[in-house]
């Protein structure tokens, strides 16, 4: 035994005294930890992205603390490993092992990158979707894993198209999706992002010629919908989900004619 390891088992573990006060907590941990991860795609290869994380475990009433170096540790070791659905289960089983815990919770909010092709130019360039992987873990049980993206579009007002002699007002909008599949059942981010984007009067993209603009103006012009005819044709594709279970949709059009935005929202839980 080095000289420096019988210093550091001198040292007296404080976070695992004794708590008289009979109150376990449901959720303790760290949160605001930003690190560079490894975001499986799906094409097989994963993308670094910069994420903001939250990792917790219960506490039972008997113990003063939580370690809450091993939180660190456990995320840096993690964040060399590209994750999705099956690496974050593993990671939950290492922190209740490594916590000696029951149940482990973890948020890791990230943007993520997907390449566009314009519709006509066929010229390629990245749009960021803000994203979250949200999972909680019980010990002996299956993996609770919610996935959630935000997704930019263009809608255009049929009730403007509709009484106006000359054009129509549009504007920019974003959906937000959550969803929650059986346990084993994973959406990549591409593939989610695509259904949503299709559900607008048109899609957002980056970079645009003028034969691009051209068409993205017609296409809308031809595509009107309201936030609520976004919300519903949302609706219908999430509810297509191979094994989605639950989901949580909201839209929002940044109105360009008014000093607010328009806003729908709908919470469905699936019976299969």
């Known amino acids: 035994?080095?000289?420096?390891?019988?210093?550091?088992?001198?040292?007296?573990?404080?976070?695992?005294?004794?708590?008289?006060?009979?109150?376990?907590?449901?959720?303790?941990?760290?949160s605001d930890v930003h690190l560079p991860f490894l975001i499986k795609t799906k094409s097989g290869s994963f993308q670094s992205v910069l994420a903001k994380i939250k990792l917790t475990v219960d506490l039972p009433q008997e113990f003063k603390g939580t370690h809450m170096s091993r939180f660190i540790e456990i995320l840096s070791d993690?964040?060399?490993?590209?994750?999705?659905?099956?690496?974050?289960?593993?990671?939950?089983?290492?922190?209740?092992?490594?916590?000696?815990?029951?149940?482990?919770?973890?948020?890791?909010?990230?943007?993520?990158?997907?390449?566009?092709?314009?519709?006509?130019?066929?010229?390629?360039?990245?749009?960021?979707y803000d994203c979250?992987?949200?999972?909680?873990?019980?010990?002996?049980?299956?993996?609770?894993?919610?996935?959630?993206?935000?997704?930019?579009?263009?809608s255009l007002c049929p009730c403007s198209k509709e009484i106006s002699q000359y054009g129509a007002h549009n504007q920019r909008g974003i959906m937000r999706a959550k969803i929650r599949q059986q346990p084993g059942r994973f959406i990549?981010?591409?593939?989610?992002?695509?259904?949503?984007?299709?559900?607008?009067?048109?899609?957002?993209?980056?970079l645009l010629k003028r034969e691009d603009e051209k068409y993205v103006t017609?296409?809308?012009?031809?595509?009107?919908?309201?936030?609520?005819?976004?919300?519903?044709?949302?609706?219908?594709?999430?509810?297509?989900?191979?094994?989605?279970?639950?989901?949580e949709v909201e839209c929002e059009n940044y109105e360009s004619i008014h000093n607010h935005s328009a806003y729908a929202a709908h919470v469905e839980t699936v019976e299969r």
């Open 188 to 206: 990549w981010i591409e593939d989610l992002a695509e259904m949503m984007e299709r559900q607008g009067s048109c899609q957002v993209y980056p």
């Open 218 to 247: 017609e296409h809308a012009y031809e595509n009107p919908k309201f936030v609520e005819d976004v919300l519903r044709d949302l609706v219908l594709v999430l509810r297509k989900i191979d094994g989605v279970q639950w989901f």
């Open 132 to 154: 979250v992987f949200s999972a909680r873990l019980v010990r002996g049980e299956h993996l609770d894993f919610m996935f959630g993206i935000t997704v930019p579009f263009t």
């Open 78 to 128: 993690w964040s060399q490993k590209p994750v999705s659905y099956r690496e974050i289960e593993n990671m939950l089983t290492d922190t209740i092992d490594r916590l000696q815990a029951k149940r482990a919770h973890i948020d890791i909010h990230f943007k993520y990158f997907i390449e566009k092709t314009a519709p006509v130019s066929g010229l390629t360039s990245m749009l960021d």
């Open 1 to 30: 035994m080095t000289q420096m390891t019988q210093r550091r088992n001198n040292i007296k573990d404080v976070q695992s005294s004794c708590d008289e006060r009979g109150i376990a907590i449901q959720k303790v941990g760290v």
